[in-house]
């Protein structure tokens, strides 16, 4: 009679989508790396040894294609998949011991960090659901007359079709993000922008002056109807 042996499960996730930098990478590899194992690191056409022959190869240039990978002849078998359209962990150990499961933790912690902002509303399910319904709402509106509310609803329905559409985009062409930088190596956005910013400022209030002063123009020359009563 055969032994009767438990069948292990894979622990597996698929995430929202990320940006993930350097350090995060480095961070993951350590991970591997107190597991003795060996660690495979792959693009769409190369193989590399390290982050850094990653890194020196493209030039810091940001990735969409990245797949970090790690087995043992009796330990868990690990696949990180950083893609366009998919971003998924998954950790399997044929002996179903708890390193597997320290693995996975400690991975997954890593990527949920870098899930990007507002993660909940990068779902397709979730647009299908609410583009239709400020449509409906804002045509009810109009049978009731109620414009002013349906003006309302029509900005807010604009704003939810634009982020839609930048939803429809991360997803299908950019879910994951790797950025081969180190976060301190960026400038904060004012930083990087300021001498631009200043010359919108600059620009804003020169158009306010000047169409203020129009308007002061208009009304000593030409003054309006009301004011000549």
Not at 54 to 67: M, R
Not at 77 to 104: H, T, Y
Not at 119 to 129: D, G, I, K
Not at 215 to 222: D, P, Q, R, W
Request: hydrophobic share 45%; proline share 3%; charged share 25%.
């Amino acid at each position: 009679m055969e032994k009767i042996r438990k069948v292990e499960k894979s622990l597996e996730r698929s995430y929202r989508p990320v940006v993930i930098w350097i350090d995060d990478l480095a961070e993951i590899i350590d991970t591997l790396k107190r597991h003795p194992r060996e660690i495979d690191i792959r693009t769409a056409d190369h193989r590399y040894e390290g982050l850094d022959d990653l890194k020196e190869h493209v030039g810091g240039q940001t990735q969409f294609d990245l797949t970090i990978s790690s087995s043992s002849g009796s330990g868990p078998s690990v696949s990180l998949e950083l893609k366009r359209m998919a971003v998924r962990l998954w950790v399997f150990d044929p002996r179903g011991g708890p390193e597997a499961a320290q693995i996975f933790h400690e991975i997954n912690e890593v990527i949920t960090r870098c899930q990007r902002r507002f993660a909940a509303l990068y779902s397709l399910l979730l647009m299908f659901a609410i583009v239709p319904f400020f449509l409906l709402t804002q045509f009810f509106l109009v049978q009731q007359s109620e414009l002013s509310a349906a003006r309302a609803a029509s900005v807010v329905g604009s704003v939810v079709s634009l982020w839609f559409l930048w939803a429809c985009y991360v997803i299908v062409r950019c879910k994951a993000v790797i950025k081969l930088q180190r976060r301190s190596e960026i400038r904060p956005f004012i930083e990087r922008n300021k001498d631009q910013l200043m010359l919108l400022l600059i620009g804003a209030i020169v158009g306010g002056l000047i169409t203020f002063a129009g308007v002061v123009a208009k009304e000593h020359f030409y003054p309006s109807a009301t004011q000549q009563r």
